[in-house]
């Protein structure tokens, strides 16, 4: 009777045991060290032109003015700083398009490496082109970076899904949201006047970029590929067992092998889905819908209205301009402790409560916004709430829609579809990044203090679609998430097979290799 009682107990402190090591240092590593050269960036250039952003108007005018003899007209000006800021979205979505090409053949983790070609490229042409006198080179800098964003934004979130169990999933998948926000803060800190948001060194912002770059190019080398990657793409069982092993801290992986292979229904000559077949397959209707509502959602919501144009909202609310750039640092902590928060909660809470949750109070907080911004000549201390409201947004979008929208992408969809299912969403985020650099200011000078309920609306329409249609996928396989999917897809369990599975027995193709045979193969090099 005592050793029935003890064996809950011991039970339990097993599975946390177990918890815990499946935080191991490769896998820790491997977060850190992907997501300083991808997330981390792709938030630094979010806000890295805010400060500096008279500096570089400047520079502009002076610029035109030597090439065509006669000043810029403030028109051109504003269409060219929008371009400025809105041609990081067009090569997100350049960066987004080119990701199945090259992830096919360099797989997740040289895939990233590559990558920061276009960010030290690019920060060479930003940084130099005050000294060159060429605007030019700064716009072209911004569109390398945003396909450096492009690329990193879809391969991180993959590969960061691929080399975490699923217990920890949620969490790791949070590492790219998190370096988001401390990408933002960074920029904001060393935009500040006493650091590098100065006239005779706003470049040296730009710069910097150099830095995350070189430290993942000498640290990714050391860590393994993907073993999914290596599994199902590559055929390397033995690499696969290596990386799992390697990842995971542990010896024995042949459950985690079993697990994948049961889930993906692989099979040795795996074909990747076309984003047509994707968008075509019925399987897997719902699921593309979500991420397409749940990815404009993301963007549209109004959040990078507030990140491109902090400094004139901020005025617009009374602050003085001297104390900006200071209070503008409160919005980047704010987006660090919410995002960290969302990391630590979202497998107890789960994904479905953040994100509705999130959107919801999003919508009530623009609500408040507008109200306090009409009603801001009304009292001193009005626009102080303008602050609180704006701190408010960012935390309820950085505890849930910020970082989750990219983790659900890769849950949703087998390893086949993932590079097809990351293109599509891919180009909603950065098509919809795009409309909301370009437009904002011009949104601004029509509503002016009512432009914010636009992005109320978008984050109700969000908040309500998710919460009818949205199941909770924490601590679920790919094959349980799709069964939820099923009753909207009207599909029974047993038609959720891979397409590429389905293709090849309708073209009289012989039947792949079951996963169990191929569960057998790997099990004995495990031995």
């Not at 029935?4 to 402190?13: H, I, T």
């Not at 060194?201 to 150099?210: E, R």
């Not at 301009?321 to 902590?333: D, H, M, N, R, W």
């Not at 389905?502 to 009289?508: A, E, L, P, S, W």
Request: with cysteine; charged share 15%.
């Amino acid at each position: 009777m005592k050793l029935s009682e003890k064996d809950p107990a011991e039970n339990k402190e097993s599975n946390s045991v177990k918890k815990k090591l499946d935080w191991s240092c490769s896998l820790l590593m491997a977060s850190l060290v992907g997501a300083l050269g991808s997330s981390f960036l792709y938030g630094y250039n979010l806000s890295v032109v805010n400060a500096p952003a008279p500096y570089i108007k400047a520079f502009y005018n002076e610029s035109w003015e030597r090439k065509h003899g006669h000043p810029i007209d403030p028109d051109t000006l504003t269409l060219l700083w929008s371009v400025t800021v809105s041609i990081f979205a067009i090569g997100g979505l350049v960066g987004t398009i080119m990701v199945k090409m090259i992830g096919k053949f360099l797989g997740r983790k040289h895939t990233l490496l590559a990558n920061n070609g276009f960010a030290i490229s690019a920060a060479l042409l930003m940084a130099c082109s005050l000294q060159a006198g060429a605007f030019e080179m700064l716009i072209v800098g911004r569109l390398l970076m945003g396909i450096d964003g492009g690329i990193a934004l879809s391969v991180l979130p993959m590969y960061l899904s691929e080399i975490s169990p699923k217990e920890i999933r949620g969490s790791l998948g949070q590492v790219t949201a998190i370096f988001i926000c401390v990408g933002v803060f960074t920029g904001q800190l060393l935009g500040l006047p006493e650091l590098l948001g100065k006239e005779s060194t706003w470049p040296y912002l730009f710069g910097v970029i150099v830095v995350p770059s070189v430290i993942q190019l000498v640290s990714l080398p050391f860590l393994p590929e993907s073993p999914r990657y290596l599994l199902f793409e590559k055929h390397d069982e033995a690499g696969a067992v290596k990386a799992f092993q390697t990842f995971l801290g542990k010896a024995d992986v042949s459950r985690e092998v079993e697990e994948v292979l049961a889930e993906s229904c692989v099979q040795r000559n795996i074909r990747l889905v076309s984003v047509l077949e994707l968008l075509r397959a019925p399987l897997v209707r719902w699921q593309v819908i979500t991420v397409i509502i749940n990815m404009a959602c993301y963007q549209l919501c109004g959040l990078n209205a507030i990140w491109f144009y902090t400094n004139s909202i901020f005025g617009k609310a009374g602050i003085p301009p001297e104390k900006i750039p200071y209070i503008t640092l409160s919005t980047g902590a704010t987006e660090i402790l919410a995002a960290i928060f969302s990391g630590l909660v979202i497998e107890r809470l789960g994904r479905r409560p953040l994100l509705v949750g999130g959107f919801g109070l999003m919508a009530i907080f623009f609500g408040a916004l507008t109200i306090t911004l009409t009603l801001q000549d009304h009292a001193l201390w009005v626009p102080y709430l303008s602050i609180l409201c704006i701190l408010a947004i960012i935390a309820s979008f950085c505890s849930g829609p910020g970082g989750i929208p990219f983790i659900l992408t890769s849950e949703f969809f087998q390893q086949s579809q993932q590079p097809a299912a990351f293109i599509v969403a891919g180009t909603v985020n950065w098509l919809s990044n795009f409309a909301v650099g370009l437009l904002f200011p011009f949104i601004q000078k029509s509503l002016d203090t009512y432009c914010f309920l636009v992005f109320a609306t978008i984050c109700i329409t969000g908040a309500i679609y998710l919460y009818f249609v949205l199941p909770e996928t924490k601590n679920r396989t790919h094959a349980e998430i799709s069964q939820a999917f099923a009753k909207r897809n009207k599909t029974n369990k047993e038609e959720n097979i891979d397409p590429a599975v389905t293709d090849n027995k309708m073209n009289g193709g012989t039947e792949p290799d079951s996963s169990s045979a191929l569960y057998s193969s790997v099990q004995s090099k495990i031995i």
